[in-house]
């Protein structure tokens, strides 16, 4: 009887660490929403495997507690690192309000934000913060009180769900935000698909963020004042001495 709550990396088999892999491979059942259940199924094709749609992250906690305490081992997975934005959370959460003793772990993963970091070079070589612009769990009010802390900060970001098919205007908002406090030249980073077979990755400036292809698979990453492109690399500088 035990829960692995397991982040999967960006998507690539080559970005899943062995131990996520060796959890899921000693599971009896793979829990998921269906997107990261297809990124996983080829690697696993002999594993039962259970699906959900969006805005079931409560139901699939419970149904991965059942499961469990019919003395089954279970993986729950998401996509980067299961805590930042996944489901370690809530899964926590469900064990404790039922209070059920069934050991949970947390197996962590590469995060959207570092993988995007790589492929734009080292923007996030010193503080940095990452945020997501969906305001279905968090009030619209206090993504705005974190935006005007980000930039009076001067910290470099990475920012999930940055917009949506329904929600254009809260980026517009940020931007609008971040160019309070940063030069509209900072650099930028535009990456879409991560490590997956359809990755696009555009740099830019922040003034010229919103010109481009934007969705809920981006992150984006923003620089501080330390920023550069060099070589054609984003590197955010840390204060090293060069000889």
């Known amino acids: 009887m035990k829960i692995y709550v397991i982040g999967t990396g960006p998507g690539g088999a ?12 000693e599971s ?9 259940i297809n990124l996983v ?8 495997m ?12 419970e149904n991965v507690l059942a499961l469990a ?22 899964m926590l959460e469900v064990v404790d309000a039922d209070g059920n003793k069934v050991d949970v772990e947390v197996v962590p993963g ?9 492929l734009l070079g080292a923007p996030l070589m010193n503080d940095f913060v990452t945020i997501s612009l969906s305001d279905l769990l968090t009030p619209r009010e206090m993504i705005i009180k974190r935006l005007h802390a980000i930039g009076a900060g001067d910290f470099a970001l990475a920012m999930y769900n940055p917009k949506s098919k329904t929600r254009t205007e809260l980026i517009k908002e ?22 997956r077979e359809d990755q696009s990755v555009v740099t830019c400036t922040l003034d010229e963020l919103l010109d481009q292809d934007i969705d809920m698979f981006t992150t984006l990453v923003i620089g501080n004042s330390q920023t550069r492109f060099l070589n054609g690399k984003m590197i955010t500088r840390r204060g ?4």
């Open 69 to 90: 305490k019919e003395g089954k081992t279970v993986s729950l997975i998401s996509s980067g690192d299961a805590g930042i934005y996944g489901m370690a959370g809530i």
């Open 14 to 25: 080559d970005y899943i660490c062995p131990k996520a892999l060796k959890a899921m491979q």
């Open 41 to 48: 199924r080829d690697l696993l094709p002999e594993k039962e």
């Open 50 to 61: 259970i699906s959900s749609g969006m805005l079931k992250e409560v139901e699939r906690c």
């Open 174 to 195: 940020a931007v609008a935000i971040l160019l309070e406090y940063k030069d509209p030249k900072t650099p930028c980073g535009v990456v879409q698909n991560a490590m």
């Open 28 to 36: 009896d059942v793979i829990v998921g929403y269906k997107t990261y």
């Open 110 to 118: 590469i995060s959207a934000a570092t993988s995007a970091a790589s």
């Open 240 to 243: 090293y001495k060069l000889n």
